[in-house]
């Protein structure tokens, strides 16, 4: 059984993914207008205005009823099979573009009400192209494996689209009808309300609470501020700012149980749906992930907790505390070589680190940073953490950071860039159905 001490700093561990801001030390969170431009991302890169957001946008609507048109000939003739695989994978691409431009503005201004928009409309859309296309998979499953191999041969054009195929037949057994199928698409807006409120809540509108800085200062707790906080040497800063910030999570406690329970209610509703046997066999399914992979990782991480448990009480005596609390497990040990990692610094210390994977590789990555790929600070409203993300077609992929010079901060940049270039050397050379990849292949990568 994990103590529950190494629970709280497992949770501790997890809520603390974020980053600190440009201007540290003001009292409130700087606007994004206020940081320079090439430390931000170009989304004009992938549309032009919000105006042509839109234009796109009706546009693909517009190919709702192409969709539904294939609907009964797909298992027909091989002909039909690829032309619907063509057309499918068009549109897939073009929504994927769609989809980033209002994700990406979302995640930099929460409070921004025309990228909310988007952000909404573009559900919608996805939703409704779901619906759309919902019969493909239940007629593609009709197809005898002897007529499918037959297809493949006669219509050289599906070996392009043969692996995809035998990615879908793999879902049968946890496929619906096409009726059925359309339905659920249907109501996918529904089951992210849940998550969609929390990141609002989390990341835009919690009620965070001021701090005395080192200095004596008066200082509003953000996300970044707080991750900020705990590299510290003040032991009673990184107390007061730790414990500042579960007083909004405190005050809402009620709000933040319930919406947990929506997201674990729908979880466990779509696995019973689609007969599976648990909500973790159904997340683990369609990456082709066994749960004994999972089940191994827990039962690996129970029987080494001896380590931790080392690292944990050497922490505490290296400091000299009488009990070791999560707002401890980031200081350094070594203050006197304590050193801070500004961006422009950082990048030039991951070009050079990176110099062993080759000159296209760190050409690429060089690029990437001096064309404004990552949007590197900490503003009011931007959404906490750091990751790395891309539409599979093109322009690019784009790198997430909320930034405070800590090493940290230099590690989590590289790591984002090794995704970065993952999604950009994919994109690069895969056709657009093979670009992404599992988060099991990226994390392990």
């Given at each position: 059984?994990?103590?529950?001490?190494?629970?709280?700093?497992?949770?501790?561990?997890?809520?603390?993914?974020?980053?600190?801001?440009?201007?540290?030390?003001?009292?409130?969170?700087?606007?994004?207008?206020?940081?320079?431009?090439?430390?931000?991302?170009?989304?004009?890169?992938?549309?032009?205005?919000?105006?042509?957001?839109?234009?796109?946008?009706?546009?693909?609507?517009?190919?709702?009823?192409?969709?539904?048109?294939?609907?009964?000939?797909?298992?027909?003739?091989?002909?039909?099979?690829?032309?619907?695989?063509?057309?499918?994978?068009?549109?897939?691409?073009?929504?994927?573009?769609?989809?980033?431009?209002?994700?990406?503005?979302?995640?930099?201004?929460?409070?921004?009400?025309?990228?909310?928009?988007?952000?909404?409309?573009?559900?919608?859309?996805?939703?409704?192209?779901?619906?759309?296309?919902?019969?493909?998979?239940?007629?593609?499953?009709?197809?005898?494996?002897?007529?499918?191999?037959?297809?493949?041969?006669?219509?050289?054009?599906?070996?392009?689209?043969?692996?995809?195929?035998?990615?879908?037949?793999?879902?049968?057994?946890?496929?619906?009808?096409?009726?059925?199928?359309?339905?659920?698409?249907?109501?996918?807006?529904?089951?992210?309300?849940?998550?969609?409120?929390?990141?609002?809540?989390?990341?835009?509108?919690?009620?965070?609470?001021?701090?005395?800085?080192?200095?004596?200062?008066?200082?509003?707790?953000?996300?970044g501020r707080y991750r900020a906080a705990l590299y510290?040497?003040?032991?009673?800063?990184?107390?007061?700012?730790?414990?500042?910030?579960?007083?909004?999570?405190?005050?809402?406690?009620?709000?933040?149980?319930?919406?947990?329970?929506?997201?674990?209610?729908?979880?466990?509703?779509?696995?019973?749906?689609?007969?599976?046997?648990?909500?973790?066999?159904?997340?683990?399914?369609?990456?082709?992930?066994?749960?004994?992979?999972?089940?191994?990782?827990?039962?690996?991480?129970?029987?080494?907790?001896?380590?931790?448990?080392?690292?944990?009480?050497?922490?505490?005596?290296?400091?000299?505390?009488?009990?070791?609390?999560?707002?401890?497990?980031?200081?350094?040990?070594?203050?006197?070589?304590?050193?801070?990692?500004?961006?422009?610094?950082?990048?030039?210390?991951?070009?050079d680190a990176i110099k062993p994977l080759g000159e296209?590789?760190?050409?690429?990555?060089?690029?990437?940073?001096?064309?404004?790929?990552?949007?590197?600070?900490?503003?009011?409203?931007?959404?906490?953490?750091?990751?790395?993300?891309?539409?599979?077609?093109?322009?690019?992929?784009?790198?997430?950071?909320?930034?405070?010079?800590?090493?940290?901060?230099?590690?989590?940049?590289?790591?984002?860039?090794?995704?970065?270039?993952?999604?950009?050397?994919?994109?690069?050379?895969?056709?657009?159905?093979?670009?992404?990849?599992?988060?099991?292949?990226?994390?392990?990568?």
């Open positions: 059984m994990i103590n529950k001490s190494i629970i709280g700093l497992i949770i501790f561990s997890i809520i603390s993914v974020n980053t600190m801001g440009l201007f540290s030390q003001a009292k409130s969170l700087p606007k994004r207008s206020e940081i320079p431009d090439k430390y931000k991302w170009n989304l004009q890169e992938i549309y032009s205005s919000n105006d042509a957001w839109n234009k796109e946008y009706t546009a693909i609507t517009a190919e709702l009823p192409k969709i539904t048109a294939f609907k009964g000939k797909i298992s027909k003739n091989a002909k039909d099979l690829l032309a619907y695989m063509k057309y499918s994978v068009e549109i897939e691409s073009r929504f994927s573009k769609l989809f980033i431009y209002a994700a990406l503005g979302k995640d930099t201004d929460l409070n921004n009400s025309d990228f909310s928009i988007m952000y909404d409309k573009v559900l919608k859309l996805s939703s409704e192209l779901s619906a759309a296309g919902s019969f493909s998979n239940p007629e593609i499953m009709e197809i005898a494996p002897e007529t499918m191999k037959n297809f493949i041969a006669s219509e050289p054009g599906l070996k392009e689209f043969e692996f995809k195929i035998n990615s879908i037949l793999r879902l049968k057994p946890h496929t619906l009808s096409a009726d059925q199928e359309k339905l659920l698409a249907q109501l996918s807006p529904i089951a992210q309300v849940a998550s969609n409120t929390y990141n609002v809540l989390n990341d835009a509108e919690l009620p965070f609470p001021t701090v005395k800085g080192t200095d004596g200062s008066e200082i509003k707790i953000s996300h510290e040497q003040d032991r009673n800063y990184r107390r007061d700012v730790y414990k500042g910030t579960y007083i909004p999570y405190n005050q809402l406690i009620n709000t933040f149980a319930t919406l947990y329970n929506g997201r674990v209610t729908t979880r466990i509703t779509n696995a019973k749906i689609k007969n599976f046997k648990d909500p973790v066999a159904s997340a683990l399914y369609s990456d082709n992930i066994p749960v004994s992979v999972y089940d191994n990782l827990l039962k690996a991480v129970n029987e080494n907790l001896s380590t931790l448990h080392r690292w944990a009480n050497l922490r505490k005596k290296v400091l000299k505390l009488d009990e070791l609390h999560p707002y401890d497990t980031y200081v350094s040990l070594f203050p006197s070589v304590e050193k801070q990692y500004t961006y422009d610094e950082s990048v030039a210390i991951i070009l296209e590789y760190v050409k690429a990555a060089k690029f990437g940073f001096e064309n404004r790929w990552v949007d590197v600070y900490e503003t009011e409203a931007k959404r906490s953490g750091a990751y790395s993300n891309s539409s599979a077609s093109g322009p690019h992929p784009f790198i997430l950071m909320n930034w405070n010079n800590t090493m940290d901060d230099l590690f989590t940049l590289i790591h984002e860039l090794g995704h970065n270039m993952h999604s950009y050397f994919s994109e690069k050379t895969q056709p657009f159905q093979y670009r992404d990849y599992s988060i099991f292949v990226a994390e392990v990568a």
